[in-house]
C-alpha cells in the first residue's frame, strides 16, 4: 500500500482543513511535483485552484509529502473530502529530507482536477492509476 500524500491546498500544514490528516502518524517533507495550478473546477470559485498534471519539466507547484505510518485508514475519508470533482492519481514527488540532505524522489498520491464528471455529481473522487 502507498502510504505517501502529496497535498497543495488546504490539506497542508496550517490550512483549514489540515485537521483531517493532523491526527495521523507520519512525517511532513517540503515538496514539488511536475504540474500546474489552474482555477478550473469548483475549488476555484471558493479560491482553491486545483492542479493538472504536466509533460513539461519546467512545471512544478510546490505542496507537502505526508509520508504516513498507515495512510489506508484515511483514503476513503479523503477521497469524500475531496469530492466528484477531483480523482486520486499517483505522482512522482521531488522532496527534501527534514534535515536537508540532498533532493529525493518518490511516488505518492494527489488529488487532480477531473474534468469527466458532471457538474452536480456528488460522492467522493475517484482513484485513477494514471500509465506513463
Known amino acids: 500500500m502507498l502510504n505517501n500524500l502529496f497535498v497543495y491546498g488546504t490539506l497542508c500544514p496550517d ?8 491526527d495521523m502518524k507520519g512525517s511532513w517533507h517540503k515538496a514539488s511535483i511536475q504540474a500546474i495550478r489552474t482555477d478550473r473546477g469548483w475549488g476555484s470559485a471558493a479560491g482553491h485552484p486545483g492542479i493538472e498534471l504536466s509533460d513539461n519539466a519546467k512545471d512544478r507547484v510546490k505542496g507537502w509529502l505526508f509520508k504516513a505510518d498507515d495512510l489506508s485508514t484515511r483514503l476513503a475519508q479523503i477521497d469524500q473530502f475531496e469530492g466528484a470533482g477531483y480523482q486520486r492519481v499517483i505522482v512522482e514527488v ?12 518518490t511516488t505518492a ?13 456528488s460522492g467522493p ?7 506513463d
Do not use: I, M, R
Not at 15 to 22: G, I, V
Open 15 to 22: 490550512e483549514e482543513n489540515h485537521h483531517l490528516l493532523a
Open 94 to 105: 521531488e522532496y527534501k529530507h527534514t534535515s536537508g540532505e540532498d533532493t529525493k524522489h
Open 109 to 121: 498520491f494527489t488529488y487532480e482536477l477531473c474534468f469527466s464528471h458532471q457538474p452536480n455529481a
Open 125 to 131: 473522487s475517484q482513484f485513477v492509476a494514471k500509465n
